[in-house]
Nanobody
């Protein structure tokens, strides 16, 4: 079992920055990869960043160059640094962990609102 807790969301003006944190507890040694997803009202949840156990990262074009995912293993924490934020980045952001057995775990979500 894994438990994920996100923090760091809030309201920011366009062009600003925010850093989200996701603290993992439980069977952390069974995590294959972690990621951040977001879901805007009326839209499907989409992946915005992913980092593997070997620290390989992936970003979709929509956020590449603006978002950076990182992890601090000693703190069992994954971060999402978001810069040059746009109103279209407004969404609920969810932390995700992929268990080696294939199960997916989710945090409760944190709201990010970017005003124009």
């Amino acid at each position: 079992q894994l438990h994920l807790v996100e923090s760091g969301g809030g309201l920011v003006q366009a062009g600003g920055s925010l850093r989200l944190s996701c603290a993992a507890s439980g069977s952390i040694f069974s995590i294959n990869a972690m990621g951040w997803y977001r879901q805007a009202p009326g839209k499907q949840r989409e992946l915005v960043a992913r980092i593997t156990r070997g620290a390989s990262t992936y970003y979709p074009i929509s956020v590449e160059g603006r978002f950076t995912i990182s992890r601090v293993n000693a703190k069992n924490t994954v971060y999402l640094q978001m810069s040059s934020l746009k109103p279209e980045d407004t969404a609920v952001y969810y932390c995700n962990a992929e268990h080696v057995a294939g199960d997916l775990y989710w945090g409760q979500g944190t709201q990010v609102t970017v005003s124009s």
